[in-house]
């Protein structure tokens, strides 16, 4: 068992190092070690104790081995204490303590108050004792810190390089008493190694604002509010942009004033709830982690008033030309109109302002309408429209026509009377509808009957005459006047009457000179020669003519042919036949006939051959 005077040098050695780390100055501010992690730190020096025990330690301790490198994630303060364990074997166990900078503070009281830590000298000494250092410090949980540690600054490691000495220093005190003197003498002879300090990180970029937005103008404006628009900055930067700030201050004064209480994302806003007639100057303000950005100014001031626009009337094609409505029609006309402000609408009509009880006029922010519930003829005239803005105005005129049927003409008349004819006239009616006369209907109608029927249509004269009547038919006739709504519901009708007369007609047949048809008999068709056979009747013919008629007489071989029974003589329409029935042997001859009027005769003759009819042989015999 080592003797305990070696935790009173121990403390005596510890005593520099503890001034040095209160010269050292102080490192960033940490949280407060607690005392568990430094109570911790020797617990493995308690259990490498028990083997300890087991043999001597002076023999690992004149030939000490060289230190387990430490892993490649250690802190750049756990390299500061590898070249200390080189000399001191017993200072592999205090490597994972010093790389907590305030753990290493605490470790050192802790060690050298306990007694178990004086058996650490023979557990260095041997190589299990080696092996398990290593692990330890790869399980330091400050070890594995080793990035966060670069980040601190050099006086800060110049003080964790401190507490790490002191806890060397111990260990190796420790160790003394089980080890040669030699061995405290050649480790304190020896000097540390120069410790490489961790490079250092290069300073965050400096935040910056941003440029200034560009393109600010107004979009609108009115009476109580003001719309502006702009552009993003150009230059935004790494910082980002965080949103803008909008600000006012009236014309004269400096004093600005941010009229949006959190910061603006979009590139447009309506600054409202301000006074008419005031003038203002606005900015607009980025705004990011850098801070505010120059401003973008509006190069005048504003005046919050609404942007004057001219006024304009947009007649309607429709009405541009007379507009025509029947008597007792609903009228709405709407005209639509544009100004900035709401201009102020009028109404005329002739001149003279509407009359409330027959118009109405409804007028919006875009249109204007006039409205007549039931128009009468009184209702027509020109109707005009003023829009006015400011000092500016514009008019639309409109013809408002209101039409009816027209009246009767205003007289009518029969001017006169002849054959089967009568000439009419009548005169223009007196009220035409408010509108043009296209025509008129003139009808007739038979007294006897009292119909009436339409002769004339869409006649345009002052005057007609009716043709065609029937003799002997008194008439009466009317007159419609006609317009764009139609026929008149009354006509004009003739006062008299007209009366188509029947007259007397005495013929008078021409005086023509009878011709004289008286002719001598003259035959037309002469007789011809006749054969025939005894026994056989046959014909004779001819035809005669003459006026006035002839007497005819027929002759045999000269000899007048009287009432004989065996002759038939017929004359009809001049055609004269003879008749001879069953001529025997001797009735042939000679036979004329003879036509006698007073104005002469004439005869034609004819021979008649009458033959033997022929006999068979066999009647002969």
């Known amino acids: 068992m080592p003797s305990k005077p070696a935790p009173i040098k121990k403390a005596a050695k510890k005593e520099p190092a503890k001034k040095e780390e209160e010269k050292a100055p102080e490192p960033a501010p940490a949280p407060a070690p607690e005392p568990a992690p430094a109570e911790a730190a020797p617990a493995p020096a308690e259990g490498e104790a028990a083997p300890a025990e087991e043999g001597p330690a002076a023999p690992p301790a004149e030939e000490p081995k060289p230190p387990t490198p430490p892993p490649a994630d250690a802190a750049p303060t756990e390299e500061a204490a590898a070249p200390v364990a080189a000399d001191e074997p017993a200072s592999d166990a205090a490597a994972p303590v010093a790389a907590d900078e305030p753990a290493s503070d605490a470790a050192a009281p802790a060690a050298a108050e306990e007694p178990v830590v004086d058996a650490a000298a023979p557990a260095a000494?041997?190589?299990?004792?080696?092996?398990?250092?290593?692990?330890?410090?790869?399980?330091?949980?400050?070890?594995?810190?080793?990035?966060?540690?670069?980040?601190?600054?050099?006086?800060?490691?110049?003080?964790?390089?401190?507490?790490?000495?002191?806890?060397?220093?111990?260990?190796?005190?420790?160790?003394?008493?089980?080890?040669?003197?030699?061995?405290d003498a050649e480790a304190a002879e020896a000097p540390a190694p120069e410790e490489p300090k961790a490079p250092t990180p290069p300073p965050p970029p400096p935040k910056e604002p941003t440029s200034a937005p560009v393109e600010l103008f107004i979009e609108d404006k009115n009476d109580t509010s003001v719309t502006i628009i702009w552009s993003q900055p150009e230059n935004i930067g790494l910082s980002g942009l965080d949103g803008y700030t909008i600000e006012i201050c009236k014309e004269g004064t400096e004093d600005w004033k941010a009229v949006n209480e959190d910061l603006q994302k979009s590139c447009r806003y309506v600054i409202k709830n301000q006074t008419t007639g005031d003038r203002l100057k606005i900015r607009v303000v980025a705004v990011n982690a850098g801070g505010r950005s120059p401003p973008v100014t509006l190069p005048e001031a504003v005046l919050v008033k609404e942007i004057a626009d001219r006024p304009k009337v947009r007649l309607p094609r429709f009405l541009r030309q007379r507009y025509v409505a029947n008597v007792g029609d609903k009228i709405n006309l709407t005209i639509p109109f544009t100004g900035k402000p709401k201009p102020v609408v009028t109404w005329t009509k002739d001149g003279k302002p509407l009359d409330a009880k027959r118009v109405n006029i409804r007028s919006s922010d875009r249109d204007s309408i006039l409205f007549i519930r039931t128009s009468e003829r009184d209702d027509s005239g020109v109707y005009e429209m003023c829009v006015k803005v400011d000092d500016f105005e514009d008019k639309a005129s409109l013809i408002l026509q209101i039409v009816e049927l027209p009246g009767p003409p205003a007289t009518m008349k029969i001017v006169d009377t002849w054959g089967f004819n009568v000439a009419l006239e009548w005169t223009p009616p007196v009220d035409s509808g408010n509108t043009d006369i296209k025509g008129y209907t003139v009808q007739k109608a038979d007294k006897k009957t009292g119909d009436w029927f339409t002769v004339l249509e869409h006649y345009h004269r002052l005057n007609a005459t009716i043709s065609d009547l029937i003799m002997g038919n008194t008439y009466k006739f009317r007159v419609f006047a006609e317009n764009k709504c139609?026929?008149?519901?009354?006509?004009?009708?003739?006062?008299?009457?007209?009366?188509?007369?029947?007259?007397?007609?005495?013929?008078?047949?021409?005086?023509?000179?009878?011709?004289?048809?008286?002719?001598?008999?003259?035959?037309?068709?002469?007789?011809?020669?006749?054969?025939?056979?005894?026994?056989?009747?046959?014909?004779?013919?001819?035809?005669?003519?003459?006026?006035?008629?002839?007497?005819?007489?027929?002759?045999?071989?000269?000899?007048?042919?009287?009432?004989?029974?065996?002759?038939?003589?017929?004359?009809?329409?001049?055609?004269?036949?003879?008749?001879?029935?069953?001529?025997?042997?001797?009735?042939?001859?000679?036979?004329?006939?003879?036509?006698?009027?007073?104005?002469?005769?004439?005869?034609?003759?004819?021979?008649?051959?009458?033959?033997?009819?022929?006999?068979?042989?066999?009647?002969k015999k």
């Not at 594995?144 to 670069?150: E, G, I, K, L, Q």
């Not at 003879?578 to 003759?605: Q, S, W």
Request: hydrophobic share 40%.
């Open 486 to 619: 139609g026929l008149s519901e009354t006509a004009a009708v003739t006062k008299g009457e007209a009366k188509i007369l029947k007259t007397g007609i005495d013929y008078k047949p021409p005086n023509y000179q009878e011709r004289d048809f008286t002719e001598a008999p003259k035959f037309t068709t002469p007789l011809s020669d006749r054969a025939t056979t005894v026994g056989y009747s046959t014909k004779l013919l001819c035809s005669v003519r003459g006026e006035p008629k002839p007497k005819v007489q027929w002759m045999k071989n000269q000899m007048i042919i009287g009432d004989d029974p065996k002759f038939r003589q017929i004359c009809v329409q001049g055609i004269c036949s003879l008749e001879i029935r069953k001529p025997g042997n001797f009735d042939g001859g000679v036979y004329t006939c003879k036509a006698m009027n007073k104005h002469g005769e004439a005869t034609v003759c004819c021979k008649l051959e009458v033959k033997q009819a022929a006999v068979p042989d066999a009647a």
């Open 125 to 183: 000494a041997e190589e299990p004792a080696v092996d398990a250092a290593a692990p330890a410090a790869a399980e330091e949980p400050a070890a594995d810190a080793s990035a966060p540690a670069a980040e601190i600054p050099p006086a800060a490691t110049d003080a964790a390089e401190a507490p790490a000495d002191a806890a060397a220093a111990p260990a190796a005190d420790e160790a003394a008493p089980a080890a040669e003197a030699p061995a």
